[in-house]
């Protein structure tokens, strides 16, 4: 399973962004979804995740709840991150995650690319 990620790019501050990841391989069914970032010198975080299963949920970073949203269409195989009110310290290298099974039932975890984010004061 391979992930491709796009999205990224340069935006002023206060802007916004919506950064796309879409699977594409033997797929199954996608479990789980998510985006992580890596900042310059730091390392990678959760930025948001779905997990599809009885009582499946998302979660968020605490800093940016409210300001960040994930959302996914199974159709696609495809998840989003609508990203608002965008700051500095969002700044980063954003990863696509997601887990699940393959077409023949074997479990498998994928990482996109990365595409980077970077917010101007």
């Known amino acids: 399973v391979q992930l491709q990620a796009s999205g990224g790019g340069l935006v002023q501050s206060g802007g916004s962004l919506r950064l796309s990841c879409e699977a594409a391989g033997s797929i199954g069914s996608i479990v789980e979804m998510g985006w992580y970032r890596q900042a310059p010198g730091k390392e990678r975080e959760l930025v948001a995740r779905?997990?599809?299963?009885?009582?499946?949920?998302?979660d968020y970073a605490d800093s940016v709840k409210g300001r960040f949203t994930i959302s996914r269409d199974d159709a696609k195989n495809t998840v989003y991150l609508q990203m608002n009110s965008l700051k500095p310290e969002d700044t980063a290298v954003y990863y696509c995650n997601m887990g699940g099974y393959s077409a023949g039932w074997y479990n498998f975890e994928a990482w996109g690319q990365g595409t980077l984010v970077t917010v101007s004061s």
């Open positions: 779905n997990i599809r299963s009885s009582g499946s949920g998302t």
